[in-house]
């Protein structure tokens, strides 16, 4: 079971799509985080989820919040998920699973990496908490809800 809402979330510092690092603390007293697990680039519910965020974000800007995805992937996968699909928001690498675990993302049957949504607000507070392996659209739906209930 994922992280509840009202918990802290754990910072982290991983390196994304380009070999950049980022620190979920950057944020910290400045944007509201979307932090969404996902299971693999260029799966079908991963594109559909990715591509939902895409579409929607502007709105998410809008309302103060950043986008990151999560996945075991590595950065040559996601950058080349993000240049094919036109993802305008952060990929990080999470390649042993150490931040899916920090945040009690588990396995579907034990095998297919968890996909869950969290909502972090500027005090580094999770605001919602969406989990769902087959309703990939949902996530954004829910988590551009509670961001703009939050800005």
Do not use: W
Not at 29 to 35: A, D, F, H, T
Request: glycine fraction near 10%.
């Amino acid at each position: 079971m994922p992280l509840a809402v009202g918990a802290s979330a754990p910072n982290f510092t991983l390196t994304d799509q380009d070999g950049h690092r980022v620190s979920l603390s950057k944020y910290r007293n400045e944007q509201v985080v979307v932090l969404y697990f996902y299971p693999k680039d260029n799966t079908r519910g991963c594109m559909a989820q990715a591509c939902g965020f895409r579409d929607a974000y502007e709105d998410f800007t809008e309302a103060g919040a950043v986008v990151i995805g999560v996945s075991t992937d590595g950065q040559g996968s996601h950058r080349g998920f993000v240049d094919e699909h036109r993802l305008p928001f952060t990929l990080v690498t999470d390649g042993g699973g150490a931040l899916a675990k920090t945040y009690d993302v588990g396995k579907t049957f034990g095998l297919i990496p968890g996909r869950v949504t969290f909502v972090i607000d500027r005090n580094g507070v999770i605001q919602h908490v969406f989990d769902s392996q087959i309703n990939a659209k949902k996530h954004v739906s829910e988590a551009l809800t509670t961001v703009k209930r939050l800005s």
